[in-house]
């Protein structure tokens, strides 16, 4: 049996089924790439927590909202797909949990995305004023707003099943996946119209700030040139994600190419549009960043050296400098 969940949207197959050695080869894959990706992340948010230079500063949080939010969606799309194979159902009150959470998370990802973006607009083109638009308190606050919008989108699809399934079927099992459990043609409907809308607005988000900081300055300046290309790699993330909604049509193409391929096209698409783009958003920061790199690179191989950490260097850098005067 193969089956994915991505943004809840399911590809299963019941008559064809991987050879039990395959069906390991496949989880083991999925699990050790979900614990790497999560390792790199989960050292990003200890980094993160350590140093108030971080937890001070509106970008640097939402940086770390996305990547906390990755980490749960990388781990509940995991957890899905192995009990897809160990499992094949579960109790349908288990599953609602699993499947909004996942949900949540997935729609985050283009609405942060989108707020990074903003935040890197104001700081590059509104320079005086980013103190006062981007604050501590603002930035809490427009994560909880992405949280309640995304809650919008999921929400009529629990009133949808509420109001249409009978009760036994919320004391019955069910193949684990948003087509097999949020079923009714409403909500189908109501799920393509809320994600072109979200799409649409995320995109002409990221063009305008994009556009806009290009044409900040007639000379391209190190922080200007950063900052396009950290739009351009929200950009290129947010690509991977909207692979979630035409991954359908990509199946069917490459199905059409390789028909007697059809778990491995299944599984490859599982890997590239569920775990592929939680593995750009450590890059953007958590590699690119000069200020966040010099912190996490000790944090990430266990070496946390006082003699060599990044704020002793700069005391002794201190130190040495008056003892010059």
């Not at 390991?24 to 140093?51: D, M, P």
């Not at 499992?87 to 499947?99: A, E, G, M, Q, W």
């Not at 949540?104 to 990074?116: D, H, I, Q, R, S």
């Not at 995109?203 to 922080?223: H, P, Q, S």
Request: glycine share 2%; hydrophobic share 45%.
């Amino acid at each position: 049996m193969n089956f994915s969940s991505i943004n809840g949207t399911s590809s299963v197959t019941w008559n064809q089924r991987d050879t039990f050695t395959t069906a390991v080869t496949k989880n083991v894959i999925v699990t050790a790439l979900c614990i790497s990706i999560n390792y790199i992340n989960g050292t990003l948010v200890h980094t993160f927590r350590k140093h108030q230079i971080f937890n001070s500063n509106p970008r640097y949080i939402l940086f770390i909202h996305l990547v906390i939010n990755d980490m749960m969606q990388l781990f509940l799309s995991t957890l899905l797909h192995i009990i897809s194979y160990a499992l094949y159902t579960i109790s349908v009150p288990f599953c609602l949990i699993l499947l909004i959470i996942t949900i949540l998370t997935t729609l985050n990802t283009p609405l942060n995305l989108a707020g990074m973006a903003v935040e890197c607009y104001i700081a590059i083109c509104i320079p005086l004023r980013h103190g006062q638009i981007c604050t501590i308190k603002k930035t809490c606050i427009l994560i909880g707003l992405i949280w309640v919008a995304s809650a919008f989108s999921i929400l009529p699809d629990l009133f949808i099943l509420l109001a249409t399934e009978p009760l036994q079927f919320f004391h019955s099992s069910v193949l684990c996946a948003r087509d097999y459990v949020f079923r009714s043609p409403y909500s189908l409907k109501k799920r393509d119209a809320s994600h072109i809308v979200c799409l649409v607005l995320v995109w002409l988000t990221l063009v305008y700030t994009y556009f806009r900081i290009l044409f900040a300055a007639k000379e391209a300046t190190a922080d200007i040139r950063k900052a396009r290309n950290t739009i351009l790699l929200h950009g290129f993330q947010l690509l991977l994600c909207m692979l979630t909604y035409v991954r359908p049509m990509f199946e069917e193409g490459l199905l059409y190419l390789l028909p007697n391929q059809l778990l491995d096209i299944r599984f490859a698409c599982y890997v590239i549009v569920q775990i592929l783009p939680r593995f750009v958003s450590p890059i953007v920061y958590g590699l690119r960043d000069q200020t966040f790199r010099t912190y996490v690179k000790r944090h990430l191989l266990c070496k946390v050296s006082i003699r060599n950490h990044p704020e002793t260097v700069t005391m002794s850098n201190m130190r040495r400098t008056l003892k010059l005067q």
